[in-house]
C-alpha cells in the first residue's frame, strides 16, 4: 500500500473547488488500488479547513499553520511541503494547477528528486508512477505520457474531475514550522489585487468573456451585467488585458488562465488559439460575433451571429425573465 | 546586471499537425525561438539600456538550434553559448535544468532569466527546478522587471493579482510573453549578430552523468483531442435570435 497526497490550496478563506476534484480523484484512485489517500493544508488559519477537507476521503490530513502564509510566497510554502513530503513519504503528490502550484512544482520536484507532470487533464496509476493526459502545442493536441519514481508530482487542470463527497475521519497531524526572516530570501512588496470581489475564474460556474468586439465602456457595462445576471465571473481575451481594459489575472489562454466552467460565453472573441487553449473544455460553449466565419463559432454550442451591442440587451433581458 | 537568458528552440505551434499512428507530424519542420524566452530576452535588453550590463543567452540543442540562437543575437544579446547535444536525445524539464544548474554553477551574474514554459509543452518546470538546484531565490510568470539597489523588484501574475516581489541577486526569474513585445532584430541587428561571439559548448564536456541526464517522464504517444462539434448558429434579427438562445440555455442546455 502507498500513499496518496493530496494539496489543498486555499483562496479567500476557501478551499478552492479545483483542489476537491483531486482529493476526489484520488480518493477514487486509492479505493481502487488499496492505497490512503492523505491531504496537507498550508495556511495562516489552515486548522479551520480540516473539517472541509474531511468530506472528501482524506485519512490523515497534514496542518501547517503559521501567519507567514497569508499570502503566497515561494520560499516557505517549499519548505512546508519539503517538510510534510518527509513525515508523509508519498508515491504520489497531486495538486490542483493553480499559479500558486506553478510557481513551485519544480523546485519541490528539483528538492525532493521526484518525477514530476504538471498540468495534466487526467491521470491513473501505473507500476511505479503514473500515466496521464497533458494537451500540448497550445492545447490543438493530447499527449499520453508516464511519470516514473519513488516519488512523482503531478497537478491537475481544473475541471478535469467532479467532486465526490466521501466523509472520513481524519487523522490530523500539526506540522512545526517556523521560518526566519532571512531565511526568506524574497519580499512580497504588495500585491495589487484585481479589483473588488471579482469571482476567482478557475471556481466559477459560468464565465462571460470579453474579447475586441467589446469596444468601450458601454460594452463593458454590458459585460458586466450579463455576467451579473448569471452570478459570473468575467474573463477577457489577451486583446483587452494588454490594452489595459481587464485586469492581467482575468486573462483566458494558453498565457493566462486555463478554465472549463459549466456556461462559458464568448462575446467579441473571434476565437484565436491560443484563447481556445484556455476554454475549450468548457461544458457549454456560446458565442456572440458579428463575423459568420469567427473561428470561435466552430467549437460553440450555441453561436449568435450579430453585433454585441445589439445582441446583449435582449439576452441580459430574457435571462432575467428566465431567473425570476 | 548581468542576465544570463536561457532559451530553446521549439517547434512553431501556429504550423499544422497531424497524427499518425501515435506520431505527431508537422507539415513544416520550422523551429522558432519560444516566444517566452523571446519576452525573456526583450527585458534583459531594456534592463540593460537602462542599468547597464551584459546579456548572454545560453541555449541546449542540436546544430540546428544556433538559428535560435542568432535570433536572440539579433535582437541585441551580446554574446552566446551554445550548449550543444546531438538532438536525438529524449530529455526532459529535469535533464535540461540539470544541465543548466551544472553550466551556472561556477558562473558570476545578477540574474538567470527564462521563458515561463516552452510554447510546445507548456510545462512550466524547468526555471523553478534551476533555482533550486542552483539555491537562487526566485519568481515566475513575471510580468514586469525593475531594478533597485543592486535588488531586482519583481512583478508577478499571481492567482487573484499581482504580486510585488523584491529579490537580492543573484536570482532567477521565469517571464511572461504578457510583460512586453519582443523586438523583430533589424536588419543591422542581424549584420550585427554574425559577428558575436557563440561560444560551443559539447554537452559531454560538463560532465553529468547518464543519471544525471535521464528524463524521468516520456510521451508515450499524441492523440487527437476530443473534438468539439460546432452546435447550433443563429442567424438574423438580433433581439429574435439573442431571446431564443436564451430560452435554449435554460430549457435545452440547462445551465441558467
Redesign the interface.
Known amino acids: 500500500m502507498s500513499t496518496i497526497l493530496t494539496h489543498i490550496a486555499i ?2 478563506g476557501k478551499i478552492k473547488r479545483s483542489s476537491l476534484e483531486v482529493l476526489s480523484h484520488c480518493k477514487q484512485l486509492a479505493e481502487q488500488g488499496g492505497h490512503s489517500v492523505e491531504a496537507v493544508v498550508v495556511d495562516a488559519d489552515a486548522s479551520s479547513f480540516v473539517e472541509g477537507i474531511q468530506q472528501y476521503g482524506a485519512s490523515k490530513i497534514y496542518v501547517v499553520e503559521d501567519p507567514i502564509f497569508k ?5 516557505p510554502l ?1 519548505k512546508a511541503l519539503a517538510k510534510v513530503m518527509d513525515s508523509a513519504n508519498p508515491s504520489i503528490f497531486a495538486f490542483a494547477s ?3 502550484t ?10 525532493q528528486n521526484a ?5 495534466v487533464s487526467s491521470f491513473e496509476l501505473i507500476d511505479g508512477g503514473i ?1 496521464a493526459k ?16 519513488d516519488t512523482v508530482l503531478v497537478s491537475v487542470r481544473s475541471g478535469s474531475y467532479d467532486l465526490a463527497e466521501n466523509e472520513t475521519s481524519a487523522e490530523v497531524v500539526q506540522i512545526d514550522f517556523s521560518m526566519n526572516e532571512s531565511d526568506l ?10 479589483s473588488g470581489d471579482t469571482i ?1 475564474l ?1 471556481e466559477a460556474e ?1 464565465i462571460v468573456a470579453a474579447g475586441r468586439g467589446v469596444k468601450d465602456e458601454e460594452g463593458q457595462k454590458l459585460i458586466s451585467e450579463l455576467a451579473e445576471v ?1 452570478n459570473a465571473g468575467i474573463g477577457a481575451s ?1 486583446a483587452l ?2 490594452s489595459g481594459v481587464y ?3 482575468l ?1 483566458i489562454g ?3 488562465k486555463v478554465v472549463s466552467p ?2 462559458y460565453i464568448a462575446v467579441g472573441i473571434s476565437g484565436a ?1 491560443q484563447h481556445v487553449a484556455g476554454m ?1 473544455n468548457s ?4 458565442a456572440i460575433n458579428k463575423d ?1 466565419d469567427a473561428p470561435i ?11 454585441l451591442y ?6 441580459i ?3 432575467k425573465k ?2 425570476s | 546586471m548581468k542576465f544570463y537568458v536561457c532559451i530553446k528552440m521549439v517547434p512553431d505551434v501556429n504550423a499544422p499537425l497531424q497524427i499518425k499512428d501515435g506520431q505527431l507530424i508537422q507539415d513544416s519542420d520550422r523551429q522558432i525561438l519560444n516566444a517566452y524566452d523571446a519576452s525573456a530576452v526583450e527585458e534583459a535588453l531594456v534592463m540593460k539600456e537602462k542599468h547597464g550590463g551584459e546579456v548572454e543567452v545560453v541555449s541546449i540543442g542540436s546544430s540546428k538550434a544556433s538559428e535560435t540562437i542568432r535570433k536572440a543575437l539579433a535582437m541585441g544579446a551580446d554574446k552566446a553559448t551554445h550548449i550543444l547535444t546531438s538532438g536525438d536525445e529524449s530529455y526532459d524539464s529535469g535533464s535540461y535544468a540539470r544541465i543548466l544548474a551544472k553550466f551556472f554553477e561556477d558562473k558570476e551574474y545578477d540574474v538567470l532569466s527564462l521563458g515561463k514554459q516552452s510554447q510546445d509543452t507548456d510545462a512550466g518546470l524547468t526555471g523553478s527546478m534551476v533555482a533550486e538546484l542552483l539555491n537562487l531565490p526566485y519568481a515566475t510568470n513575471a510580468v514586469g522587471l525593475e531594478a533597485e539597489d543592486g535588488k531586482l523588484i519583481v512583478k508577478r501574475q499571481g492567482d487573484t493579482g499581482q504580486e510585488m516581489i523584491e529579490l537580492p541577486t543573484p536570482c532567477a526569474v521565469t517571464c511572461s510573453n504578457d510583460m512586453n513585445e519582443p523586438r523583430i532584430p533589424n536588419l543591422k541587428g542581424i549584420m550585427a549578430s554574425k559577428r558575436k561571439p557563440m561560444e560551443q559548448v559539447e554537452l559531454s564536456s560538463l560532465g553529468l552523468s547518464d543519471d544525471e541526464l535521464a528524463a524521468t517522464t516520456s510521451v508515450l504517444g499524441y492523440e487527437e483531442k476530443p473534438e468539439r462539434e460546432a452546435g447550433k448558429k443563429f442567424e438574423g434579427e438580433a433581439e429574435e435570435i439573442a431571446r431564443e438562445v436564451a430560452q435554449l440555455l435554460d430549457t435545452e442546455a440547462n445551465v441558467i
Do not use: W
Open positions: 483562496a479567500d499570502n503566497h510566497m515561494n520560499t517549499l493553480t499559479e500558486g506553478k510557481d513551485i512544482l519544480g523546485a519541490l520536484a528539483a528538492n518525477a514530476v507532470l504538471p498540468d500515466k497533458r494537451p500540448v502545442m497550445a492545447a490543438k493536441i493530447i499527449s499520453s505520457t508516464e511519470a516514473k519514481g530570501q524574497m519580499t512580497l512588496k504588495e500585491i495589487i489585487s484585481a476567482d478557475n459560468s448569471l489577451r488585458t494588454e485586469d492581467p489575472s486573462q494558453q498565457t493566462g459549466q456556461l488559439i475549450a461544458k457549454v460553449i456560446v459568420p463559432f466552430e467549437i460553440s454550442d450555441y453561436g449568435i451571429v450579430g453585433d445589439k445582441v446583449l440587451p435582449p439576452f433581458e430574457e435571462l428566465i431567473k
